[in-house]
């Protein structure tokens, strides 16, 4: 059942990319930076909901689908993947540094803060193997920023959307349950 879900959670990663691009293409940056980018939201959603082996390695694979989408090489591709799969690990590891816990999934508090350290590292991560193996994709100084925000702002709207599938479903659910 797990692998199941590993590839399900890998197929819905670059399709949300690229729904993503497709959608807010106005708050697009570049190609790999976009001013709200939803699958930050799934890069944190797989670690937390698959745990961190398995949630990671569905990042990967859906980094890897995605590489045939962007024309690079397969060492920047491969890389992109690797920075994308890295950032929820990093910032769970920054979380528990930092509050001496694990996250707790119902505090407001420990999301917000876990979805800024991603946001930090993703971008950190990116910007440094850019500026190493393809500085091409370092189009403004200003960009690493912009892609915090896209991050944080991909991050929220995903949880929001999240929250409004749950409670439409549980709507539908309770309204069936009444009828039955």
């Known amino acids: 059942m797990n692998f199941l879900l590993i590839i399900l959670f890998a197929v819905i990663f670059p399709i949300t990319h690229v729904l993503n691009g497709w959608v807010f293409k106005f708050a697009e940056i570049s190609p790999h930076i976009g001013l709200i980018y939803l699958p930050a939201f799934m890069r944190l959603a797989n670690v937390l909901i698959l745990g961190r082996i398995s949630g990671t390695v569905a990042t990967l694979l859906g980094g890897m689908l995605l590489m045939q989408y962007f024309n690079e090489t397969t060492t920047v591709a491969l890389l992109n993947s690797l920075c994308s799969a890295t950032g929820p690990l990093l910032a769970l590891s920054l979380f528990k540094l930092h509050a001496k816990r694990e996250v707790e999934l119902t505090s407001l508090k420990d999301l917000t803060l876990l979805t800024l350290l991603y946001a930090i590292a993703n971008a950190v991560?990116?910007?440094?193997?850019?500026?190493?193996?393809?500085?091409?994709?370092?189009?403004?100084?200003?960009q690493v920023l912009w892609m915090i925000l896209g991050d944080i702002n991909g991050a929220l709207l995903g949880a929001y959307i999240m929250k409004w599938v749950i409670v439409t479903h549980r709507q539908c659910k309770l309204k069936s349950d009444l009828l039955d």
């Open 125 to 142: 991560l990116h910007h440094a193997m850019w500026s190493v193996l393809d500085p091409s994709k370092l189009v403004a100084p200003a």
